[in-house]
């Protein structure tokens, strides 16, 4: 069973930085073909899920949600199955709960929550003005 866990959430000032860190366990030979696109989604109160980025594992590409491109970088470390999330200058608006998921849709559906297996529980990210 593949299990993701976020860390990293946090309070921060507008303009400020931070990494969310994303750490996968339970790949098997079989499963690990099976998340080799890694997601970053954010959900804040009463707003729909929303895609933030998103991570090829086995060749690196990456694509972004227009509100974060040039703000956020996604990176991976396959040598331990973790994916991070650097969030820089951050805005009041990116205040959400920040969620992990991995699956494999085509590059054409990386937004899609619904094309994702896998989800980790979650980390808040809050940004005061």
């Known amino acids: 069973q593949v299990q993701l866990v976020e860390s990293g959430g946090g309070l921060v000032q507008a303009g400020g930085s931070l990494r969310l860190s994303c750490a996968a366990s339970?790949?098997?030979?079989?499963?690990?073909?099976?998340?080799?696109?890694m997601g970053w989604f954010r959900q804040a109160p009463g707003k729909e899920r929303e895609f933030v980025g998103a991570?090829?594992?086995?060749?690196?590409?990456?694509n972004y949600a227009d509100s974060v491109k040039g703000r956020f970088t996604i990176s991976r470390n396959n040598a331990n199955n973790t994916v991070y999330l650097q969030m820089n200058s951050l805005k009041p608006e990116d205040t959400a709960v920040y969620y992990c998921?991995?699956?494999?849709?085509?590059?054409?559906?990386?937004?899609?929550?619904?094309?994702?297996?896998?989800w980790g529980q979650g980390t808040q990210v809050t940004v005061s003005s």
């Open positions: 998921a991995a699956g494999r849709p085509p590059s054409s559906r990386w937004a899609t929550y619904l094309e994702y297996d896998y």
């Open positions: 339970g790949l098997t030979l079989r499963t690990y073909s099976t998340v080799d696109v």
């Open positions: 991570i090829r594992r086995s060749g690196g590409n990456s």
